[in-house]
C-alpha cells in the first residue's frame, strides 16, 4: 500500500456495538471530533467509512466493517462519516461517492475502495492495512468506544499488564527488547496466541524497519539469486510488510519445495512465524498453509 498517495441516526447501521465481552471499536466522525480521531492515527490504524442511508449496500457494509473493527480487539478503529450530516468533512477529502473507505496511517490517508464490496474482500483490504500498519511501527491498540470504556467515566481501559514491557520497548525503537519480552511471556505460557502474534510482529519490524531495508532492493537481490535462502527470507518479509503477504508466503513455499535439511526447516518455521502475523482467516494464509502441507510431503 502506498501511504504517499495517500441514515437518519434511526436509520443508521446496525451491528456497532461490542462484541461479547469485548469493546466497541466504533465511533461516529464529525467536525468536532475529526482532527482528534485521524490524529491518533500515528498510534494505531484509522479506517473512515463514508456512508449515507440513501446510498445501496451501505449498511450491509457498514456492518461488515463494524463486525472487523470489534472482533480485532483494538488493532484498528472504525470511523463513520455521515455525509448527509457532515458534508464539509467528505468534501475537504475529495470523496466523491457513497460508500467509500480510506485508510489512516501516522496521518497519512490511503483510498481503500469505493461501493459495496463483499466481505471476503473488504476482510483482506483491511488484513493489508494492518500489515501495513505493523511495517511502519503503528502498533498500539485502539481504546474501546463501547459501555466498557463509559463506566470507568470515559477512561480508557488499562494496558494488559503482561504486554508492558514489550509495549515499552516497542514505543523506544528497541525491537530486539520487545521480542525478548514476548520471548519470556511464550516461555510461561507457549501457547498463548497474542504473545506469539506480538513477538511474530515485532520479529518482523526488527529485520525491516529497524534494519532499515530498501524493500525494491532486497526483492531484486533474492530474484537474482534463486537458490540464497537467506535472500528469500529477507523478500518475504519485504514483500509482506508491503502488504503482499500472498507473494511473500508463495515465494517461501517454493523454497521449502527446492531446499532440504537445515535450511529447508529453517524456512517452515519462518513461514509458521509469518503467518502469526496475518489474520488467521486471510485467504492468503489458509492457502500457504494448504501448499506447504503439499510441498513437505
Known sequence: MDLSALKAKAQAPQS?????????????????????????SVRYPVVVEFWSPRAEGTAELSRTLADLANSSGGRFLLGRVDV??????????????????????????AP????????????????????????NGIVGTAPSQGAEAESDEGAEPPADP??????????????????AEYAKLLAETPNDPEARAGKAQV???????????????????????????????????????????????????????RTAGDDRERVRQRLLELFEVVDPKDPAVLKARRDLMTALF
Not at 462484541?19 to 482528534?36: K, L, M, P
Open 16 to 40: 456497532t456495538g461490542a462484541q461479547a465481552g469485548g469493546g466497541s471499536f466504533v465511533v461516529d466522525i464529525t467536525q468536532v471530533n475529526f482532527q482528534q480521531v485521524l490524529g491518533e
Open 84 to 109: 448527509d450530516t457532515e458534508g464539509q468533512i467528505a468534501q475537504a477529502l475529495g470523496v466523491q461517492a457513497v460508500p467509500t473507505v480510506v485508510a489512516v496511517l501516522g496521518g497519512q490517508l
Open 112 to 135: 481503500l475502495f469505493q461501493g459495496a464490496q463483499p466481505a471476503d474482500q473488504v476482510r483482506a483490504v483491511i488484513d493489508q492495512v494492518l500489515q501495513t500498519a505493523v511495517a
Open 162 to 179: 503482561r504486554f508492558e514491557a514489550a509495549d515499552a520497548a516497542l514505543a523506544a525503537g528497541d525491537y530486539a527488547a520487545a521480542e
Open 203 to 257: 520479529g518482523l519490524l526488527a529485520r525491516t524497519v529497524g534494519a532499515g531495508i530498501d524493500p525494491q532492493a532486497v526483492i531484486a537481490t533474492a530474484e537474482a539469486a534463486p537458490a540464497d535462502v537467506e535472500a528469500q527470507l529477507a523478500a518475504a518479509d519485504a514483500e509482506i510488510v508491503g502488504g503482499d503477504a500472498a507473494a511473500g508466503f508463495g515465494r517461501l513455499v517454493g523454497v521449502v519445495r
